[in-house]
């Protein structure tokens, strides 16, 4: 059974970059589409960025597009959500979940993801 742990929270600056990683266990993800998410206090959860199983097709919400990249190491059983240019307001709990239902070329639908990381903390702040 997939499990996936989320690393690499913390504080970042202000302009700066943070890098997290969302890995897998139980199965490879080879065969996921991989999405990366948000959310802050009081807010509703957001997609940020998510990749297909193949890694030729991602997509990126509006807020962070320019600044933030995802990549995916399958051998590794690995993805990697790079953060640059950090605001304030990119503060949240980021969560990485996995879908199998689309096959290899596209992201699942944001409500149609099956398995979930517990999330790692992000603070922006100077």
């Known amino acids: 059974q997939l499990r996936l742990v989320e690393s690499g929270g913390g504080l970042g600056q202000p302009g700066g970059s943070l890098r997290l990683s969302c890995a897998a266990s139980?199965?490879?993800?080879?065969?996921?589409?991989i999405g990366w998410f948000r959310q802050a206090p009081g807010k509703e959860r957001e997609k940020v960025l998510c990749i297909s199983a193949s890694g030729d097709s991602t997509s990126a919400a509006d807020s962070v597009k320019g600044r933030f990249t995802i990549a995916r190491n399958n051998a590794q059983n690995r993805v990697y959500l790079q953060m640059n240019s950090l605001k304030p307001e990119d503060s949240a709990v980021y969560y990485c979940a996995a879908s199998a239902r689309y096959g290899l070329h596209r992201c699942a639908p944001v409500h149609d993801y099956e398995t979930w990381g517990q999330g790692t903390q992000v603070t922006v702040s100077s």
């Open positions: 139980g199965t490879s993800l080879d065969r996921y589409a």
